[in-house]
């Protein structure tokens, strides 16, 4: 069973730049479609990003552009590089792993096996 464990949260102003990663244990993401979603408390669940187990990218609309989702296989971990952020990017991001033939940030936010616990992202004005 894995367990990812999400970092890198925090508060950060309109316009910043954060990168959160999610280490696995327990497995290897190696085999797994792995992806962000986040959520607001109240509402829907949003995928976000989705990478392929050879590197495939797929991208909620409002991030792309602006949100890189990259896979370390050797250091089974997960990252999500966030610029430009706006306000309406706060949420708590979920580190998630499904076995979904197809990778994408739909896939994340629905077929998901395996997630962590959350790191929280604020953005202020």
């Known amino acids: 069973q894995l367990h990812l464990v999400e970092s890198g949260g925090g508060s950060v102003q309109q316009g910043d730049a954060l990168t959160l990663s999610c280490v696995a244990s327990?497995?290897?993401?190696?085999?797994?479609?792995m992806g962000w979603f986040r959520q607001v408390p109240g509402k829907e669940r949003e995928g976000v990003a989705a990478?392929?187990?050879?590197?495939?990218?797929s991208y909620e609309d409002s991030v792309k552009g602006r949100f890189v989702v990259s896979r370390d296989n050797a250091k089974n971990t997960l990252y999500l590089q966030m610029r430009s952020l706006k306000l309406e990017d706060t949420a708590v991001y979920y580190c998630?792993?499904?076995?979904?033939?197809?990778?994408?940030?739909?896939?994340?936010?629905?077929?998901?096996?395996?997630w962590g616990q959350g790191t929280p992202v604020t953005v202020s004005s």
């Open positions: 327990g497995g290897t993401i190696e085999t797994y479609c």
């Open positions: 990478i392929g187990r050879i590197g495939g990218t």
């Open positions: 998630a792993a499904t076995r979904v033939w197809s990778c994408t940030e739909a896939s994340i936010k629905s077929d998901s096996h395996y």
